[in-house]
């Protein structure tokens, strides 16, 4: 027998929710996207990064740190946007170590579309059954585990709006 670190009745409900969550939610606001624009989640993620970034345009590593992938994975997705037109890849101007990826007017018209949609999915699905105790004790919890898990998210040097 190990000596290993049992969770107690409290921890394995609160563990066997947040299961549940990561499992159930990534396919809920796939079916969503899947339907309006032909979109994974992360393909949406992806253009949303890149619309709200300075320019509509990261370097790929940031790009991949944003959306919390592997650099192939995020390759991979950029490929199939740039086939759509919604996506450029170049050399960085100022290093040319560096790819860059940037929202062209096609891709940006394209998550102008989508966004409506999708923030109404993410509404009905997590955020109409909060109240707003719910929502900051989210936040609050679901950084803390990030920060366990990436201690140099984004995600967490992002200013809160209303503070």
């Known amino acids: 027998m190990t000596d290993a670190r049992w969770l107690d ?9 947040l299961l ?3 499992t159930l939610l990534p396919g809920s606001l796939d079916g969503t996207l ?3 624009g032909r979109l994974t989640l992360f393909d949406y993620t992806v253009l949303a990064m890149l619309s709200e970034a ?3 345009c990261l370097p ?3 790009l991949a740190s944003r959306t919390y992938s592997s650099l192939s994975r995020l390759s991979h997705v950029v490929k199939k946007l740039e086939q759509r037109g919604w996506v450029a890849r170049s050399q960085s101007r100022e290093d040319a170590r560096v790819t860059t990826a940037a929202l062209t007017e096609d891709g940006y018209a394209a ?3 989508l966004a409506p949609c999708h923030v109404e999915s993410v509404r009905q699905t997590i955020f109409d059954g909060l109240d707003r105790r719910d929502v900051a004790d989210m936040e609050r919890i679901g950084k803390k585990i990030v920060q366990r898990l ?3 998210s984004w995600v967490l040097r992002e200013p809160r709006l209303n503070s």
């Open 60 to 62: 790929m590593s940031e």
């Open 111 to 113: 998550i102008e579309r």
């Open 9 to 17: 009745p409290e921890e394995r409900q609160a563990w066997l929710a």
């Open 34 to 36: 899947q339907r309006q």
């Open 150 to 152: 990436e201690p140099t």
């Open 54 to 56: 300075e320019g509509r």
């Open 20 to 22: 549940a969550v990561t």
